[in-house]
């Protein structure tokens, strides 16, 4: 059974940093690529940020280029965000994700709420 559970989110002031993670299980995890997406109150849900299996390509939505950072740890199967200079626009739900084939798989989420 493939698992995705995050964690990391919370109350933060404009400016300030958090780190999410995500960690996985039921999946051989280095051999996958993996994405992070955040769906804001009342909007569909939105990419944030990708990275291949092997940690060495990564791309990011134009709003977090250059504050957030993608990373993985392919010993530990975990997925991390970095965000810095967080903005009230980015409060949000963040969600890591996964595809297997057509199979798609998604974590439960965690909450970014930055206050201005």
């Known amino acids: 059974q493939v698992r995705l559970v995050e964690s990391g989110g919370g109350l933060v002031q404009a400016g300030g940093s958090l780190r999410l993670s995500c960690a996985v299980s039921?999946?051989?995890?280095?051999?996958?690529?993996m994405n992070w997406y955040r769906q804001a109150s009342g909007k569909g849900r939105e990419f944030v940020a990708g990275i291949s299996a092997s940690g060495g390509m990564r791309n990011y939505e134009d709003p977090v280029k250059g504050r957030f950072t993608i990373s993985r740890d392919n010993v530990k199967s975990t997925l991390y965000l970095q965000m810095n200079d967080l903005k009230p626009e980015d409060t949000a739900m963040y969600y890591c994700k996964t595809s297997r084939g057509r199979e798609n798989f998604w974590g439960q989420g965690t909450l970014v709420t930055v206050s201005s």
């Open positions: 039921g999946l051989t995890f280095s051999n996958f690529g």
